[in-house]
């Protein structure tokens, strides 16, 4: 369905952890869309033939930093898991050391980056698209969650509980009143401000 609603949009960035899953959302998106595939080596030599193209989703394989697009360059992301361990010693430490608080702010930093690949300052938007359990547990458990900047901590939240019941009609339709910035949506981001007046950013222990 994420990759079917890349289809009424000019450009998407999906971020994937691997290199194999890249290749996998490559063959979605040829397989479900019209739109043209740019790889990171794409996008590295040169990135304005993407974002000239009103029909193009760049899929980036653990590129978490460094990609910039703001304004009209992309208004969509799809993160398919976040890399929560980068390397075979974080992956030891964290699922049998027991001790993932070490990594917790590399994980946030992480997680910060990803999800402003396509907001690069305080007026720009972007709808974002998160799959994957590993990702939803690191955006919405407590422990987890209360780590963000309160705007982010609001952002998620009104997000997640939209989703819970939502038909593939309301997601359309609540896409839709974003990218348009209508009415609709200045009703819900009002409904986002509330909720983040009511949020405190915790620090780690």
Same mark, same amino acid.
């Given at each position: 369905?994420?990759?079917?609603l890349?289809?009424?949009?000019p450009?998407?960035l999906?971020?994937?952890?691997?290199?194999?899953e890249?290749?996998?959302?490559?063959?979605?998106?040829?397989?479900l869309?019209?739109?043209?595939?740019?790889?990171?080596?794409?996008?590295?030599?040169?990135?304005?033939d993407?974002?000239?193209?009103?029909?193009a989703?760049?899929?980036? *394989?653990?590129?978490?930093? $460094?990609? +910039?697009?703001a304004?009209d360059?992309c208004?969509?992301?799809? !993160?398919? @898991?976040?890399p929560?361990?980068?390397?075979?010693q974080?992956?030891?430490?964290?699922?049998?050391?027991?001790?993932?608080?070490?990594?917790k702010?590399?994980?946030?930093?992480?997680?910060?980056?990803?999800?402003?690949?396509?907001t690069?300052?305080?007026?720009?938007?972007?709808?974002?698209?998160?799959?994957?359990?590993?990702?939803?547990?690191?955006?919405i458990?407590?422990?987890?969650?209360?780590l963000?900047?309160?705007?982010?901590? *609001?952002?998620?939240?009104? $997000?997640? +509980?939209?989703?819970?019941?939502?038909?593939?009609?309301?997601? !359309?339709? @609540?896409f839709?009143?974003?990218?348009?910035?209508?009415?609709d949506?200045?009703?819900?981001n009002?409904?986002i401000?509330?909720r983040?007046?009511?949020?405190?950013r915790k620090?780690?222990?």
């Amino acid at each position: 369905f994420a990759i079917k609603l890349s289809d009424t949009i000019p450009r998407t960035l999906i971020l994937v952890p691997s290199l194999e899953e890249a290749k996998d959302q490559g063959e979605l998106v040829n397989r479900l869309t019209q739109n043209t595939v740019y790889t990171a080596q794409d996008i590295e030599q040169s990135i304005t033939d993407f974002t000239k193209n009103e029909h193009a989703v760049a899929i980036l *394989a653990n590129r978490f930093d $460094g990609i +910039d697009l703001a304004g009209d360059d992309c208004r969509f992301l799809i !993160i398919k @898991n976040f890399p929560l361990n980068t390397n075979l010693q974080e992956k030891f430490i964290t699922s049998r050391l027991s001790s993932s608080i070490l990594f917790k702010d590399r994980i946030r930093t992480r997680v910060v980056q990803a999800v402003g690949r396509c907001t690069r300052s305080s007026t720009d938007y972007s709808a974002i698209c998160i799959l994957g359990s590993d990702a939803l547990n690191v955006l919405i458990a407590e422990e987890n969650n209360s780590l963000y900047h309160p705007e982010l901590q *609001a952002e998620i939240n009104f $997000g997640y +509980d939209e989703s819970k019941e939502a038909s593939e009609q309301d997601f !359309i339709d @609540n896409f839709n009143a974003f990218i348009n910035q209508d009415e609709d949506w200045e009703q819900a981001n009002m409904e986002i401000i509330k909720r983040r007046n009511a949020c405190q950013r915790k620090e780690l222990p």
